[in-house]
């Protein structure tokens, strides 16, 4: 009897464990933290001011603005 407790608490955790995984990815997919996560990104080029991350950068608001349907100002990158 005990034995069958043991295996119904392991499958249980590793469900829970599973739950909160698949709730933690879809968090990272939304639009608030993917426009935090870009207002990192700026901040870091902004102390480096290289070309090509400027690029990379303006891509990735244009395609957040595109999905998200926000309208984040392209950087200049002259």
């Known amino acids: 009897m005990l034995n069958n407790k043991?295996?119904?608490?392991?499958i249980f955790s590793i469900g829970l464990?599973?739950?909160?995984?698949?709730y933690q990815m879809q968090i990272a997919n939304t639009?608030?933290?993917r426009q935090l996560s870009l207002a990192?990104?700026?901040k870091n080029y902004d102390k480096t001011l290289?070309?090509?991350v400027c690029d990379k950068l303006n891509?990735?608001?244009s395609q957040?603005?595109?999905q998200c349907k926000y309208s984040l100002e392209e950087l200049?990158?002259?």
Do not use: H, L, P
Request: glycine share 6%; net charge negative; with cysteine.
């Open 6 to 10: 043991r295996w119904i608490i392991i």
């Open 17 to 22: 464990v599973a739950a909160v995984v698949t």
């Open 31 to 33: 639009c608030s933290f």
């Open 40 to 42: 990192g990104e700026i």
């Open 50 to 52: 290289d070309a090509q």
């Open 59 to 61: 891509s990735k608001i």
């Open 64 to 66: 957040f603005n595109s």
């Open 76 to 78: 200049d990158c002259g």
